[in-house]
């Protein structure tokens, strides 16, 4: 099918609202956006699908930039045919684009080259690259990752790593007070790798450095990184001081207490805040046991804990969940929209992704009033709903 008109919605186009609307998609990119009241006008290609969306919100499309896995699928299977599911699983919550992120490990270089072949050969979602959570991390803010894959920064091992992905590496979260950490980021700055500081013990001077470097982007802000204090404000306060940097966030409303969200609409522009999931390989599992990072976890309050010593090791939230937690939160129903889409293609660098705009790619998700997904399309493919 070449042909898609979605129509009787309710656009938000990554930058405005716009009220009975219908739109065209052709050949994989958003043709034409009119009013309803033109349709009867509009001359369609031959074979075009209309779908009536019933006065649903029709968005660009949900990126998530940091997710581990899904449905039972993750990246520790380390075989592309299971990223290949992952990216078929996420197309129900409304994701058409999705970084999917590693986990430190001693075959790191291994592990990407295994992936990579998944790339250009998605059924659901496409895999934009790979976001690497380590292994230049601080064993002070481990979290649930094994001390023994930390690696100390080192640039010949960054260009394994980089070559063994064939150069698609997004973002890597990095520990800004590592010694040589300048260095990478001007490594890492020349090949388009988006720095994120995470997992860090860093202190407020780290922190600016960091910045200065490039480094410009936060990790699940709040999390896995030294508390602001009234003499240091280390990672957390620069991050919130800065306002030029961009940030992470969990919104499950159990990584962060959702008054804090309240606190980051003041603080930050609405267009800093990138709604993330998180999310580990057993969400949307039906029974346990349940496994990520080949460690046993059980969902317990709302989060994902290792089982053997109860440490949170992640979330089981869904981007259309997230949203509407936003909603919830404090944020209006565009800025959260922007939160999961236009904010992460522009930070990622993702050209004609994130907005609603003729000639962009049509990635496009439609939920009601309930948050129900009725209907997602993905490189101009129905790969959701309505088909």
Known sequence: MNSVCLHNGTIL??????????????????????????????????????????????????IDTHIHGSGGFGTEDETAESLLELSKF?????????????????????????LVPALGNEQGAAVMGFHL????????????????????????YMKTLYNAAKGHIVNMTVAPELKNMH???????????????????????????????????????????????????????????HREMTCEIIADGHHVHKALFQFLLRDKSSANIVLVTDSLKPTGQAAPPFYANKEEVVFSSGLWTRKSDGVIAGSALTMIKGVENLTKFGFSLEDAVRAASTNPARIMGYAKKGAIIPGYDADLTVFDKNWNILTVIAGGQVVYGDA
Do not use: W
């Not at 052709?26 to 033109?38: L, T």
């Not at 009867?40 to 074979?47: A, V």
């Open 13 to 62: 186009t990554g930058f405005s609202t716009i009220e009975n609307c219908a739109l065209v998609v052709e050949n994989g990119h958003i043709a034409d956006i009119f009013a309803e009241k033109r349709l009867t006008q509009k001359i369609f290609p031959r074979n075009t699908k209309l779908i009536d969306v019933q006065g649903a919100y029709i968005v660009p499309g949900f």
């Open 183 to 241: 260095d990478l980021a001007l490594y890492c700055g020349k090949e388009g790798i988006v720095l994120q500081a995470g997992h860090t013990n860093a202190a407020y001077e780290n922190m600016l450095e960091g910045i200065l470097a490039g480094i410009l982007h936060t990790t699940h802000l709040f999390n896995a990184m030294s508390a602001m204090e009234h003499r240091n404000p280390n990672a957390v306060g620069a991050a919130l001081i």
């Open 133 to 156: 959570e380590g292994p230049f991390l601080s064993p002070q803010r481990i979290g649930v990752q094994k001390p023994e894959t930390l690696h100390a920064v080192d640039i010949p």
């Open 90 to 114: 996420l197309v129900q919550y409304g994701v058409t684009a999705f970084n999917p992120t590693l986990y430190p490990s001693k075959n790191l270089p291994q592990v990407l080259a295994a």
